[in-house]
Every structure is written in structure tokens, then in C-alpha cells.
């Protein structure tokens, strides 16, 4: 079955770096990857959709790149700010059609 | 713009009693979503629907989960009899156009059994 892994560690930045976080899948090559944001007690929030044939996709400060010979999609926040830390997750649809998500990776960016 | 409404926000109550989540999608999206997020399995999707009829219910985890849309507007998952495992934050999502597409999810309801 499809799986996905994120780093369960947090990771913990400095206020202006850049912010890199890793998603790794195995078993399937999805034709799409989302990234989704959540703050405790909230719902995930959607953030960028990356198509597989599409290397690097960016939205104001966030980046994401999709690699379908690793089997890895990059998350990259640029000039990090305290209002980014939040719990990141991937996800993707497997190849029973569902979306499946990832446990997330927690980001805390220090002011 | 309204999002995704979920009802109620927190439910506490004893086991073996009946449980009603309530959600209202976005209007015009034709998929909705029921997920189970837990700290030993993170989110889990339960059972989805398009244009009101389910499609997937493989991972509503016993015959004890059911699940309805009776329009395009409300949808409700039923837990009878819930039991101290079921305690779980649950999150109704709504979609337009497909899996692939972006979903927008509900603040969730935090649920716990006693």
C-alpha cells in the first residue's frame, strides 16, 4: 500500500532562513502532490498542488519541487517568519483514489 | 466567503451513546470528505462522497461509523455505539472537481469518549 513519510521531528529555524521540509512516498508515482498547512486546533489549509510533470512550484515565499525518480517532494519556506510555524503536511491520491496524508512536520521558526 | 461548517466543535460524552457529526460543505462543491485525525495515526480518511452518493466507505473503521448526505448542503457521521477508542479529532472536507483537487476542511469536531 501507498505510504508517506514525513520527518516527525520538529524542525526548529531562526527567523529570516529558509525552511526546508521533506516528503517521501513509496509504492505508487501519484500524478499529483498537495501540501497543506495546520495550526493546532484548526483544520489543514491547503497550499500548493504540484503536478507530475512539473519540477518547482511557487507561491510568494514557498516553493515546492517534486522529484518522481526519488520519489520526494521539497517544501521550502524562504525568509521564515514566526507566523509560519505550524504543523506542514503532504499528501497524495494512491492508487485506490484516495488522498492520503502524511503525519506532517512540525515547524517552529524562532523570532 | 463561508467554509466548511462543522458541528459541534467539542462532544463529551459516556460510552455507548449515540453520536451525531454535522457538516456543511461549501456550496457547489460536489465531493465531501469524512477524516479521523488522532495522534497515533494522523488523518485518516473515513468514507467520501460525490454529488451526494457514497463512493468509499473502506476505511469507516466498523459497522458501527455510518454516514449520510442527504443534499448537497449537510452531511452527518454517526457513531452508535461509541466506544473510548472513537475519542478523535473528526474533520468534514469539501471539494470541487476530484481527488486531485484542493480540499477545504472544517475546524473539526474534537470528540471524546468516556
Known amino acids: 500500500s501507498q505510504k508517506i513519510e514525513q520527518n516527525s521531528e520538529a524542525l526548529n529555524i531562526q527567523e529570516g532562513k529558509t525552511a526546508t521540509l521533506t516528503c517521501n512516498y513509496t509504492?505508487?508515482?501519484?500524478?499529483?502532490l498537495q501540501w497543506y498547512r495546520q495550526d493546532p486546533g484548526r483544520g489543514p489549509v491547503f497550499l500548493l498542488l504540484i503536478r507530475e510533470n512539473e519540477k518547482e512550484k511557487r507561491k510568494e515565499r514557498l516553493k515546492v519541487t517534486f522529484d518522481t525518480t526519488l520519489k520526494q517532494s521539497l517544501f521550502h519556506i524562504t525568509a521564515s517568519q514566526p507566523a509560519d510555524s505550524a504543523t506542514y503536511l503532504c499528501a497524495l491520491v494512491d492508487s485506490s483514489y484516495k488522498l492520503i496524508f502524511g503525519s506532517g512536520t512540525r515547524l517552529l521558526v524562532r523570532p | 466567503d463561508a467554509g466548511v461548517i462543522q458541528s459541534p466543535r467539542h462532544e463529551v460524552t459516556e460510552m455507548g451513546q449515540e453520536v451525531t457529526l454535522r457538516c456543511k460543505p461549501i456550496s457547489g462543491h460536489d465531493y465531501l470528505f469524512w477524516y479521523r485525525q488522532t495522534m497515533m495515526r494522523g488523518l485518516e480518511l473515513l468514507i467520501y462522497f460525490n454529488n451526494n452518493v457514497p463512493i468509499d466507505d473502506s476505511g469507516m473503521p466498523e459497522d458501527r461509523f455510518s454516514a449520510k448526505m442527504p443534499n448537497a448542503s449537510f452531511s452527518t457521521l454517526k457513531i452508535q455505539p461509541s466506544e473510548p477508542r472513537d475519542s478523535a479529532v473528526y474533520f468534514c472536507?469539501?471539494?470541487?472537481?476530484?481527488?486531485?483537487?484542493?480540499?477545504?476542511f472544517g475546524d473539526g469536531t474534537r470528540l471524546s469518549i468516556l
Open positions: 472536507a469539501s471539494s470541487l472537481g476530484g481527488l486531485n483537487q484542493p480540499q477545504h
Open positions: 509504492n505508487y508515482s501519484p500524478a499529483y
